[in-house]
C-alpha cells in the first residue's frame, strides 16, 4: 500500500465531510427552532443562531490547529491535561455559575464554558496513555484500580455539580473497556441492573420475586443439563415454596409483612436445597448467589429511588414508566415533543413552517430537543437522512479504530465512539420518550460553544493520530 504523501491525502475525508455536513444541519436547525420575525438574518449576533457561527467558526479554527500539531504531544500532555481539568471542575465548584439547577458553568466575559464537556477528552487522553502502556493487563488488579480513580474522580466532581447527565455520559467508556478486554458479563450485569430496577419499580415485591425465581430455575437448570430431573426437582421446590408462601400471605391469619414473608421462605427453602443437593453445592451456590443478591438489590429500588433521586429525577422516571403521568409539568417537554416530531409526518412542514417551533411549545428546542425541528419540518425521511448521518460518522470511526498499529490511537478512537455513540442514542430517545430526559447535547447539532468545541476537539485528534497510521 502507498504511504500518503502529506496529511491532506492522509485525513479521513469522509468523516471529515460527514462533520461538516452535522455542523451546517445544526446550524440551520438552530436559526429553525429560533426564528424570529424581527431578526430574520441568520448571521444576527443578538440571536443563538447568529452566535452559533461563531463557535462554528472557532471550532473549524480548532481543528485545523490540531491537524497542525505533533501526535506526540497528545500522550505527552494526557496527564497535565487531566489535571488542568480536574482543577477547572474544582473550580467550577467554587466559582461557577447555576444554570438550570447546575452549578457547571464558568463565565469568561460573555462566554460560558462547560468544563465537564472538555473532561470527556482528558479522560479520553489519559485512560488511551495508561492502558497503550507496554505490559498493561485490563485484568490486574492494581491497573482496575488504577482505570477506576481515572473514571470515578471527575464523575464524582461532576455529580457535585448537580450536572447528572454529564456523570452517566462516562459510563460510554465501556465499549472501549470491553474492546480492550474487559469481561462481557460486566456489561450483561448492567444491563440486568438496570432491567430488575424497572421490574421493582413497576410490580409488587412478591410478583418480582416470582420472576427472579423462574430466572433461578433457567439458570440452574442451564448449569446442570446433564442431571435434568435434578434440577426440575429443585425447580418444583422453588415452585412449591414460593406458592406456599404467597397462600400464608393471602390466606392464613398471620400477620407477617412480605418482605418478613419472603425473607422466610429464601432462607428455608435454601437450607433444604443445601441439605438435599450438597454432592452438586457449587453450582447450586452459583444460582443461589445470584438469586439472593437480586431479591436484595429489588428490596434496595425503592429506598434508592425515594432517598437518592431528586425530585425531578423521580418525576421524570415515573413519566417514562407511565408510573404517573403529567403532561402538564414533569412531562410537558416530551409530551411536546413527541407531538412535533409526530406532526412532521413523511416529509415534514416545511422549512420554517413547523407549528410546534413557531409557537415555542418545546422548551430547550435549540439545545437538548434540537431533534425535534429535524422531525417536524423534515419529517420521518429527515430524521432517517441525520441518524444515517450519525451512523454512517460512528462506523467510519469504528474503521479508523480498527486499522492502527498504535494502542493508544485505537483506544482513543473507542472513546470517541463511545461518546458519541450514548449523546446520539440517549439525545434522541429521550426527545421521543424512551428514555427519562437527562440533559445532554445532540453531538453537532445542538446550540452551544462548550459542546461543539469539545465534540470537535476529540474527532480531530483521532483524525490527526490517524494520520499516522
Known amino acids: ?14 468523516t471529515i465531510t460527514v462533520y461538516i455536513i452535522l455542523v451546517c444541519t445544526g446550524w440551520i436547525c438552530i436559526y429553525s427552532s429560533l426564528y424570529n420575525t424581527e431578526h430574520k438574518g441568520i448571521f444576527d449576533m443578538s440571536q443563538r443562531y447568529g452566535m452559533q457561527i461563531v463557535w462554528i467558526g472557532t471550532a473549524f479554527f480548532l481543528a485545523l490547529f490540531i491537524l497542525c500539531l505533533d501526535i506526540k504531544i497528545f500522550t505527552v500532555l494526557s496527564l497535565p491535561l487531566y489535571l488542568f481539568t480536574l482543577f477547572l471542575l474544582i473550580f467550577v465548584l467554587v466559582a461557577g455559575l447555576e444554570v438550570n439547577g447546575s452549578k457547571s458553568w464558568l463565565a469568561i466575559g460573555s462566554i460560558r464554558i462547560q468544563p465537564a464537556e472538555f473532561m470527556k477528552i482528558a479522560v479520553s487522553l489519559m485512560v488511551s496513555y495508561v492502558i497503550s502502556e507496554h505490559g498493561f493487563k485490563i485484568s490486574s488488579f492494581t491497573n482496575t484500580l488504577k482505570l477506576l480513580i481515572i473514571f470515578t474522580v471527575p464523575i464524582a466532581l461532576i455529580l457535585m455539580q448537580k450536572d447528572t447527565g454529564s456523570a452517566l455520559v462516562f459510563s460510554s467508556f465501556m465499549i472501549m473497556l470491553y474492546r480492550e478486554g474487559m469481561s462481557g458479563w460486566i456489561i450483561i450485569g448492567i444491563i440486568y441492573l438496570a432491567i430488575l430496577f424497572i421490574i421493582s419499580l413497576l410490580l409488587p415485591a412478591l410478583d418480582t420475586i416470582c420472576i427472579l425465581t423462574a430466572l433461578f430455575i433457567l439458570i440452574y437448570i442451564i448449569l446442570n443439563l446433564n442431571v435434568l430431573w435434578k434440577s426440575i426437582k429443585i425447580a418444583l421446590i422453588f415452585l412449591a415454596g414460593l406458592i406456599l408462601a404467597m397462600f400464608i400471605r393471602n390466606e392464613a391469619d398471620i400477620k407477617l409483612e412480605t418482605q418478613h414473608l419472603i425473607l422466610i421462605y429464601v432462607a428455608v427453602f435454601s437450607l433444604i436445597l443445601m441439605i438435599l443437593y450438597k454432592k452438586r453445592i457449587a453450582r447450586l451456590l452459583f444460582a443461589a448467589m445470584f438469586f439472593f443478591s437480586s431479591v436484595f ?10 432517598n437518592f433521586l431528586k425530585q425531578h429525577q423521580r418525576d421524570r422516571i415515573e413519566n417514562m414508566l407511565n408510573m404517573r403521568v403529567d403532561l402538564q ?10 407531538i412535533a416530531i409526530g406532526s412532521g409526518g413523511l416529509f415534514g412542514q416545511g422549512f420554517l413552517q413547523g407549528t410546534q417551533t413557531k409557537f415555542n411549545f418545546v422548551p430547550e428546542q435549540s439545545t437538548d430537543f434540537i431533534f425535534c425541528t429535524v422531525g417536524e419540518e423534515a419529517g420521518f425521511v429527515g430524521c432517517v437522512i441525520v441518524i444515517g448521518l450519525y451512523l454512517f460518522l460512528l462506523f467510519r470511526i469504528i474503521i479508523i479504530a480498527e486499522r492502527q498499529r498504535f494502542a493508544f490511537t485505537r483506544i482513543f478512537a473507542y472513546c470517541t465512539f463511545g461518546i458519541l455513540f450514548f449523546h446520539f442514542t440517549v439525545n434522541i430517545s429521550m426527545t421521543i420518550g424512551l428514555i427519562p430526559v437527562i440533559g445532554i447535547p445532540l453531538p453537532f447539532l445542538s446550540y452551544g460553544g462548550s459542546s461543539l468545541w469539545a465534540f470537535t476537539i476529540m474527532l480531530f485528534i483521532l483524525l490527526k493520530l490517524d494520520t499516522k497510521r
Open 297 to 306: 438489590i429489588s428490596f434496595s429500588v425503592d429506598y434508592v429511588f425515594n
Open 1 to 14: 500500500m502507498n504511504r500518503p504523501k502529506n496529511i491532506l491525502q492522509a485525513l479521513d475525508w469522509k
Open 329 to 338: 409539568g414533569t412531562g410537558y417537554n416530551v409530551n411536546q415533543s413527541k
